[in-house]
């Protein structure tokens, strides 16, 4: 029996970004991955990480910096990503702790993000989708951003929005508000 079944790492990604389509030749990419470790079993959240990420193929536009509040300098002092990807294994043991993130996005980046670069996957195949568990335990007809689900849950917007260390600390009180109510998925 795993002596840590009852954690979880909730990951949240920031990525290259542009206010329409990427500039030629540079693609979205990984900039900095939040997470934040969940007891589940005692109802808290443990620890809060941040993991800088240099992009390969594309720059931190204006808008992308305006949004996640990094720049090109802050970056480029970040690891390669697939160092980013080894240290998340090491370090946060992310191939066999169950993982969450809020909605598909985070983990079909990181998909992506492997196959492109050739990298091994850092994760296990237990990932819940955070948001549609969010969604049926509060019988909602359409599935909210991070924030609005704060607001509909009486929680506080802890930290800046849009940067991955906070919005993943935020996404686990969410999952930690979805265990009390009894709606957090088993396995």
Same mark, same amino acid.
Request: charged share 25%.
């Given at each position: 029996?795993?002596?840590?079944?009852?954690?979880?790492?909730?990951? $949240?990604?920031?990525?290259?970004?542009?206010?329409?389509? @990427?500039?030629? !030749?540079?693609?979205?990419?990984?900039?900095?991955? !939040?997470?934040?470790?969940?007891?589940?079993?005692?109802?808290?959240?443990?620890?809060?990480?941040?993991?800088?990420?240099?992009?390969?193929? #594309?720059?931190? #536009?204006?808008?992308?910096?305006?949004?996640?509040?990094?720049?090109?300098?802050?970056?480029?002092? !970040?690891? @390669?990503?697939?160092?980013?990807?080894?240290?998340?294994?090491?370090?946060?043991?992310?191939?066999?702790?169950?993982? *969450? #993130?809020?909605?598909?996005?985070?983990?079909?980046?990181?998909?992506?993000?492997?196959?492109?670069?050739?990298?091994?996957?850092?994760?296990?195949?237990?990932?819940?989708?955070?948001?549609?568990?969010?969604?049926?335990?509060?019988?909602?007809?359409?599935?909210?951003?991070? *924030?609005?689900?704060?607001?509909?849950? !009486?929680?506080?917007?802890?930290?800046?929005?849009?940067?991955?260390?906070? $919005? *993943?600390?935020?996404?686990?009180?969410?999952?930690?508000?979805?265990?009390?109510?009894?709606?957090?998925?088993?396995?």
């Amino acid at each position: 029996m795993d002596v840590d079944q009852h954690l979880l790492n909730v990951v $949240d990604v920031e990525a290259t970004c542009w206010e329409g389509q @990427p500039p030629p !030749g540079q693609v979205s990419e990984i900039i900095e991955i !939040g997470l934040t470790v969940v007891d589940l079993r005692a109802r808290e959240r443990l620890a809060k990480h941040r993991l800088l990420v240099r992009p390969a193929r #594309s720059e931190v #536009s204006p808008f992308c910096t305006e949004l996640t509040g990094l720049t090109q300098t802050d970056v480029d002092a !970040g690891l @390669p990503f697939a160092e980013a990807c080894r240290a998340l294994a090491a370090q946060h043991r992310a191939g066999l702790l169950p993982w *969450a #993130s809020w909605g598909d996005y985070d983990r079909n980046q990181f998909t992506r993000q492997c196959r492109r670069t050739r990298t091994q996957y850092p994760f296990g195949h237990r990932h819940t989708n955070a948001k549609v568990a969010f969604t049926a335990s509060y019988g909602l007809r359409r599935r909210p951003g991070m *924030a609005e689900a704060l607001r509909a849950a !009486g929680l506080p917007l802890e930290g800046r929005h849009h940067r991955g260390d906070d $919005d *993943a600390w935020n996404i686990a009180a969410l999952v930690l508000d979805l265990a009390g109510r009894g709606d957090w998925p088993e396995g």
